[in-house]
């Protein structure tokens, strides 16, 4: 990881929402820090607190506690600096004013980051190019495809050329085609081409792999675990659970796989199905006793994939 | 200025967009001037004493009252209006993450309204005098003009705190509805205020809007100087000290409060 100022560092942030009930907390103490450059993910279930830490770095939301700096700069105590260092991807595809077409909706948004209209008409020219919707430049925003005002989304957060991204969910409601396309251009334009610090929420798994060169995960309010998607991977294949199935029930094979040093513990699933936790990777023991089994093994695989793991490991149970 | 001009001209190409509106807008205060005239011939000789104070013209006295009042009502509800029209297009949000003062973010939508209104009420006031017979043939436009800067300062701060309850609540209505019931009944657009039951003249006087559209009237159909209209300057300006800074007041609370409860975005 570079050794240059984090480009977005926040520490023991809080945000708690007025209930009925009480104050109901969004994230509660995060600390975490984003390198100049890097493609970041934050991953968790729905209510674990992502849009709302975006929405504080954006300065739409004021925390309760803790600080959060982006580029060194306060987002409570110095909002207009750091609005004017970001660019924005919401979630909600609506965010246009649908009856202006592509191109006047791009311009009015430069305008009110303080480009002058020559200069607003030639950035939205040259972004709707970049993001494939010059065919589409005069028609309404509210003719267009979801993911082509995904795509105008992301050109809108490109409009003065600021050098954090916050992307929230942009290829939600894709289909996956143009989620694929989306991830591509995201990828080769905001970090290949143009080197900006990206911060990204998503559910999708396969995007955060794909995408982030690293990951943090949080789980209602809390960061449960943080670094590159493969390390976590590795990390929660440590404790991983293993479903072996068998052609035909074995019982005293729970017990003498229960046995071996790797082997955590056994649950014996049915008669053919054992779940197996494991300390580390199945190791040559646990191979061994495998084949030295009487009965013929069908399948022996680690229960989840990937993030997914992650994801279910940073669950309380 | 170069916010203000996007947000001039999205203004202008949103209203644009509707056509048969925008035009409609333009027909409608063309045809209200007809209806003034009409209501003036109507009364005719039977006008009462009350307009003597303004020379007795009731055309060009409803052509003040009708227009400017207009004109004025916008400085109560468009700030409020446009920020309900944003919140439910969900504009607002990426309006308000750009690197403008929030306060423009939040008022500059009603700046092409405010343009258009006026140009409208330039147009009628100069129809009226071109076509229909209304007398500005003494006006003294200075102080007609500063008066009415005055006046709109005045309701603009009405107007912020209307924005600032859209902002909280979501819904312009009950604000809506007191700025309209207000305005017509009893700030003297149709009628000078005296004719008013003597119970209702203290809320008439109470509002902003009645004293200008009498500073105003007798800016332009007596030509009383501004130098005569040191009583009106000085309750459209203590109208103005208080109502502003309270309205830009609650904005700014209003702004902190969906900061912290998260509320900006709903709708």
Redesign the interface.
């Given at each position: 990881m570079s050794t240059a100022p984090p480009a977005i560092a926040v520490s023991d942030l809080a945000h708690a929402y007025p209930g009925r009930a009480g104050p109901v907390p969004a994230l509660r103490g995060l600390t975490l820090a984003v390198a100049p450059g890097e493609f970041f993910g934050l991953f968790g279930p729905n209510g674990a607190g992502k849009t709302t830490f975006i929405r504080i770095l954006a300065t739409l939301v004021t925390p309760t506690a803790g600080r959060a700096r982006v580029l060194g700069l306060d987002v409570a105590a110095q909002p207009a600096q750091v609005r004017a260092r970001i660019g924005l991807v919401s979630s909600n595809e609506n965010s246009f004013y649908g009856r202006l077409t592509a191109r006047q909706n791009l311009e009015f948004f430069a305008g009110l980051q303080g480009l002058r209209p020559s200069a607003a008409r030639l950035r939205a020219a040259e972004l709707l190019d970049v993001f494939g919707l010059r065919a589409a430049a005069d028609a309404p925003a509210q003719t267009f495809s979801t993911g082509m005002r995904q795509r105008l989304n992301v050109a809108r957060a490109l409009l003065h050329d600021p050098p954090v991204i916050f992307l929230d969910e942009p290829t939600k409601g894709l289909d996956v085609l143009a989620a694929a396309n989306l991830r591509a251009l995201l990828k080769d334009e905001l970090v290949g081409r143009r080197g900006k610090t990206v911060l990204l929420t998503t559910h999708d798994l396969a995007e955060m792999e794909q995408l982030c060169g690293r990951v943090a995960i949080l789980e209602a309010g809390r960061l449960r675990a943080a670094g590159a998607p493969a390390d976590l991977i590795r990390e929660a294949s440590a404790s991983v659970i293993y479903r072996l199935e068998l052609a035909e029930p074995a019982p005293a094979l729970a017990g003498q796989l229960a046995g071996l040093p790797a082997v955590a513990a056994v649950t014996a699933v049915s008669a053919t199905i054992l779940e197996l936790t494991l300390r580390g990777a199945p190791g040559r023991e646990l191979w061994a006793a495998l084949a030295a089994a009487d009965v013929p093994v069908q399948r022996f695989a680690p229960k989840d994939d990937g993030l997914v793991t992650v994801l279910k490991q940073a669950q309380p149970a | 200025m170069?916010?203000l001009?996007?947000?001039t001209?999205?203004g202008l190409?949103?209203a644009a967009?509707?056509r048969l509106s925008f035009f409609g807008n333009y027909l409608g205060a063309a045809l209200v001037l007809i209806f003034y005239r009409v209501l003036a011939e109507f009364y005719g000789a039977a006008q009462p004493a009350a307009l003597a104070a303004y020379g007795g013209d009731y055309f060009t006295f409803l052509l003040i009252g009708g227009v400017l009042a207009r004109f004025f009502s916008l400085g109560l509800k468009q700030f409020a209006r446009e920020l309900e029209h944003e919140l439910t297009?969900?504009?607002l949000?990426?309006?308000?993450?750009?690197?403008?003062?929030p306060t423009l973010?939040l008022l500059g939508p009603a700046l092409w309204t405010f343009l258009e209104g006026l140009l409208i009420a330039a147009a009628q006031l100069a129809a009226g005098a071109l076509l229909l017979g209304a007398d500005f043939s003494r006006a003294d436009w200075p102080a007609a003009l500063a008066l009415g800067a005055l006046t709109l300062l005045a309701l603009s701060g009405w107007g912020l705190l209307a924005a600032a309850f859209v902002l909280v609540f979501k819904r312009a209505d009950p604000l809506s509805w007191l700025a309209d019931v207000t305005l017509y009944m009893f700030a003297g657009v149709y009628f000078p205020i005296p004719l008013l039951p003597a119970v209702l003249r203290p809320f008439a006087y109470a509002l902003p809007l009645s004293h200008a559209l009498e500073g105003l009237r007798l800016a332009l159909m007596r030509g009383e100087p501004l130098a005569g209209l040191g009583r009106y300057l000085l309750i459209l300006l203590a109208f103005s000290a208080a109502l502003v800074p309270l309205g830009l007041w609650a904005l700014r609370a209003g702004l902190?409060h969906v900061?912290?409860?998260?509320s900006?975005?709903h709708y």
């Amino acid at each position: 990881m570079s050794t240059a100022p984090p480009a977005i560092a926040v520490s023991d942030l809080a945000h708690a929402y007025p209930g009925r009930a009480g104050p109901v907390p969004a994230l509660r103490g995060l600390t975490l820090a984003v390198a100049p450059g890097e493609f970041f993910g934050l991953f968790g279930p729905n209510g674990a607190g992502k849009t709302t830490f975006i929405r504080i770095l954006a300065t739409l939301v004021t925390p309760t506690a803790g600080r959060a700096r982006v580029l060194g700069l306060d987002v409570a105590a110095q909002p207009a600096q750091v609005r004017a260092r970001i660019g924005l991807v919401s979630s909600n595809e609506n965010s246009f004013y649908g009856r202006l077409t592509a191109r006047q909706n791009l311009e009015f948004f430069a305008g009110l980051q303080g480009l002058r209209p020559s200069a607003a008409r030639l950035r939205a020219a040259e972004l709707l190019d970049v993001f494939g919707l010059r065919a589409a430049a005069d028609a309404p925003a509210q003719t267009f495809s979801t993911g082509m005002r995904q795509r105008l989304n992301v050109a809108r957060a490109l409009l003065h050329d600021p050098p954090v991204i916050f992307l929230d969910e942009p290829t939600k409601g894709l289909d996956v085609l143009a989620a694929a396309n989306l991830r591509a251009l995201l990828k080769d334009e905001l970090v290949g081409r143009r080197g900006k610090t990206v911060l990204l929420t998503t559910h999708d798994l396969a995007e955060m792999e794909q995408l982030c060169g690293r990951v943090a995960i949080l789980e209602a309010g809390r960061l449960r675990a943080a670094g590159a998607p493969a390390d976590l991977i590795r990390e929660a294949s440590a404790s991983v659970i293993y479903r072996l199935e068998l052609a035909e029930p074995a019982p005293a094979l729970a017990g003498q796989l229960a046995g071996l040093p790797a082997v955590a513990a056994v649950t014996a699933v049915s008669a053919t199905i054992l779940e197996l936790t494991l300390r580390g990777a199945p190791g040559r023991e646990l191979w061994a006793a495998l084949a030295a089994a009487d009965v013929p093994v069908q399948r022996f695989a680690p229960k989840d994939d990937g993030l997914v793991t992650v994801l279910k490991q940073a669950q309380p149970a | 200025m170069t916010r203000l001009l996007a947000l001039t001209r999205r203004g202008l190409l949103h209203a644009a967009s509707y056509r048969l509106s925008f035009f409609g807008n333009y027909l409608g205060a063309a045809l209200v001037l007809i209806f003034y005239r009409v209501l003036a011939e109507f009364y005719g000789a039977a006008q009462p004493a009350a307009l003597a104070a303004y020379g007795g013209d009731y055309f060009t006295f409803l052509l003040i009252g009708g227009v400017l009042a207009r004109f004025f009502s916008l400085g109560l509800k468009q700030f409020a209006r446009e920020l309900e029209h944003e919140l439910t297009a969900g504009t607002l949000e990426p309006v308000l993450a750009t690197a403008a003062p929030p306060t423009l973010a939040l008022l500059g939508p009603a700046l092409w309204t405010f343009l258009e209104g006026l140009l409208i009420a330039a147009a009628q006031l100069a129809a009226g005098a071109l076509l229909l017979g209304a007398d500005f043939s003494r006006a003294d436009w200075p102080a007609a003009l500063a008066l009415g800067a005055l006046t709109l300062l005045a309701l603009s701060g009405w107007g912020l705190l209307a924005a600032a309850f859209v902002l909280v609540f979501k819904r312009a209505d009950p604000l809506s509805w007191l700025a309209d019931v207000t305005l017509y009944m009893f700030a003297g657009v149709y009628f000078p205020i005296p004719l008013l039951p003597a119970v209702l003249r203290p809320f008439a006087y109470a509002l902003p809007l009645s004293h200008a559209l009498e500073g105003l009237r007798l800016a332009l159909m007596r030509g009383e100087p501004l130098a005569g209209l040191g009583r009106y300057l000085l309750i459209l300006l203590a109208f103005s000290a208080a109502l502003v800074p309270l309205g830009l007041w609650a904005l700014r609370a209003g702004l902190r409060h969906v900061r912290r409860t998260g509320s900006l975005g709903h709708y």
